[in-house]
Nanobody
Framework: QVQLGESGGGSVQAGGSLRLSCAVSGDTVRRYCMGWFRQAPGKEREEVARSYSFGSADNTRYADAVKGRFTISKDNAKNTLYLQMNSLKPEDTAMYYC?????????????WGQGTQDTVSS
């Protein structure tokens, strides 16, 4: 059974940084498509970043709103997914979730963590 657990959320002022972690069990961050999503109050959940392997290469993709500020990465030895968030803005305030597709293909994210709240004040 795949289980994901986020940590690292909190409150920060605009311009600050946060690093989210997602510990994964029953799955493999190295081989599978993994992603970070967020949902702000009154808004739909949106994808923030994804990491996937194609052949021997690791690939990433970011939402336009976070490009150049957020970095998704993996520690294969720890089976942990990270999201480094820099230059945070108040509009980044949301509940952040990590997710796994359970396969190398990013067609659907089938496993989700419980979420961690990030609040950015102006």
């Amino acid at each position: 059974q795949v289980q994901l657990g986020e940590s690292g959320g909190g409150s920060v002022q605009a311009g600050g940084s946060l690093r989210l972690s997602c510990a994964v069990s029953g799955d493999t961050v190295r081989r599978y498509c993994m992603g970070w999503f967020r949902q702000a109050p009154g808004k739909e959940r949106e994808e923030v970043a994804r990491s996937y392997s194609f052949g021997s290469a690791d690939n990433t993709r970011y939402a336009d709103a976070v490009k150049g500020r957020f970095t998704i990465s993996k520690d294969n030895a720890k089976n942990t997914l990270y999201l480094q968030m820099n230059s945070l803005k108040p509009e980044d305030t949301a509940m952040y979730y990590c997710a796994s597709a359970g396969s190398r293909w990013c067609t659907a994210f089938n496993y989700w963590g419980q979420g961690t709240q990030d609040t950015v004040s102006s």
